[in-house]
């Protein structure tokens, strides 16, 4: 039996609110929302492009609302400029790390590693830069959580800096645990505590970074009650910590994670990583799955 259904322009049968199924008979038609684009390549022009710790430089940029609509633990794939010598060929992924409404602004805050990123230290204010997004599943935030735990490291901290703000206009505590190799590179420290979070941050260098003690600090969150979700992004060894606790006391949580991409929309399975679902191995695409995922099923 046939059972595709005629649509028809709402007012072609007499203006009422129906459409012709191919039997002939009238149905009530849906309302069906114009479609949007989610997603763009736009020419963003460069606002900023500062170093704002020794690694780590901060960008922001002038847009269009599709990008500044982009939410926390979204990306966008960026083609960098080609440093003196260097081709970086394809795209680079970055997640967002604030965005603007008015003026249109989206920032990002990136760890000199390579030539993309090497290309990204050459623009200065003024110069333009073709950014393609917001792509990817991003964070989120029940609005029944009163406190949430948000545990990051190195660029990781970039993802998970937005949170803060989504969280604080929901009017959900937010408890920072900011790890780095030294107190410098604890970047996204201040935006935290602008929006309110409490942060606390561990180091290699102060030897306080390790799982045990961060697993310390964590159980002594879980048990003062102030957390009904764990947020985290940039470390397996932290990742391990968190998916044991939230087992062992039922807490839900997410995870950002990171892998080398190449176009960012689903169609190359360059970004492909395993995920442990209900026991059994389940392939996943970072790019169009995520990269925010369910933490109990992440695989270092
Ligand atoms: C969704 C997403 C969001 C990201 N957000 C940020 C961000 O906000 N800030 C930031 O600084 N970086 C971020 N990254 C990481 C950034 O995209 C990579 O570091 C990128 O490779 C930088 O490009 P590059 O040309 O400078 O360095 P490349 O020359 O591409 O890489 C430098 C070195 O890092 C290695 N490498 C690159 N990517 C990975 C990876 N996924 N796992 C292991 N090794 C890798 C390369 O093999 C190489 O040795 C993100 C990555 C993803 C997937
Ligand atoms: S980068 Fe192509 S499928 Fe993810």
Redesign the pocket.
Known sequence: MQLRIVYAKLGFFGGDDSMLHESGQQVEAEAVAPWRATAASEIATVVSNRAIASE?RRLVLSCGPIASGARPGQ?FQLL?PQPAGEK?FLR????I?ATQADPHRIE???????????GLETLDAGDTIDVFGPL?VGFTLDPQWRRIVVVGRG?GL??LAPLARAAAEMGIGVTAVLSARRPDLLVSADLFQACGADVIGVTDAEATSGPANVEKILRGLISQQRCDAFFTCGSARLMRVQQRLAAEFAIPGQI??????ACGIGLCYC?VRDFNVDGGIVTRR??WDG?VFDLAEAMP
């Open positions: 780590y990306f960098c970086p680079r992924p970055m997640s790390y990002f805050l990136y760890k000199v590693a390579g030539a993309g990123t090497r990817g660029a970039a993802t950002a994670l990171e892998q080398q991409m970004c970072v790019c990269p």
